[in-house]
């Protein structure tokens, strides 16, 4: 089955303790991205990357930090966490960067940073 | 910068109504355009897409929008709403920025339908 997968789903951790989230596709994608979802401000790219080894800040990027050494990997890391860090996390892909690909969601991460 | 409004935050019908929600979109130049849906405890899934061709594209479940280039407006409707349509609706734009594809959301639309 096609899909984009995220871990953990749910995480509850303490300002300053660096966390990974996971991000895995299985569709052969080459752009993938990362989203925060926070109320009244719907989704904002946090980062992106058009394929292996290139990546680039999005609205939102402070914070944060990415990788893509594998096409179908895209973990995101919160270096030293913060309570504005707490939000909802979808990471997504689509075959390339092209206008009309549409965006493959994962099922969310939802991060608590006391 | 590009932007995308959906002036409507949440939305009351009851079932059988029909839908509209707005969605603005602030690019002069060639767009690409999006609705996704967000059902409860779920991820986002593409309703539908419009890049060329008929402005008026139809979608999964009963759902369509009209591009009106001169509005810069994308605006989602379904003739009558069902319970199971309770969800949020995002509007995107995708267009070239600087050598590159962006893609923006608007803000979202919660949208409630009362059996």
């Known amino acids: 089955e096609a899909q984009v997968t995220q871990n953990p789903r749910y995480l509850i951790t303490v300002t300053g303790k660096k966390l990974t989230v996971t991000c895995s596709q299985n569709m052969n994608h080459e752009y993938m991205s990362w989203y925060r979802q926070d109320p009244g401000l719907g989704l904002r790219q946090i980062y992106y990357s058009m394929n292996v080894e290139v990546t680039d800040k999005g609205d939102v990027p402070e914070g944060y930090k990415v990788s893509r050494k594998e096409k179908r990997n895209f973990p995101l890391i919160l270096e030293s966490p913060s309570p504005n860090q707490t939000s909802l996390y979808f990471c997504?892909?689509?075959?390339?960067?092209?206008?009309?690909?549409?965006?493959?969601f994962g099922p969310g991460t939802r991060l608590t940073v006391l | 910068a590009q932007s995308v409004s959906q002036h409507n935050h949440h939305v009351i019908l009851s079932e059988a109504a029909s839908l509209e929600l707005g969605c603005n979109y602030s690019y002069g130049g060639t767009v690409n355009l999006f609705w996704y849906v967000q059902y409860p405890g779920q991820h986002l899934q593409l309703l539908l897409k419009?890049?060329?061709?008929?402005?008026l594209v139809k979608g999964i479940k009963g759902f369509e929008a009209e591009f009106i280039k001169s509005k810069f407006s994308f605006n989602l409707r379904k003739p009558s709403v069902q319970w199971s349509d309770t969800a949020e609706y995002f509007c995107?734009?995708?267009?070239?920025?600087?050598?590159?594809?962006?893609?923006?959301f608007g803000t979202g639309t919660k949208l409630q339908v009362i059996p």
């Open positions: 419009y890049f060329s061709g008929d402005p």
């Open positions: 995107a734009v995708n267009a070239p920025m600087g050598g590159y594809q962006k893609v923006t």
């Open positions: 997504a892909s689509s075959l390339g960067q092209g206008g009309h690909n549409e965006q493959f």
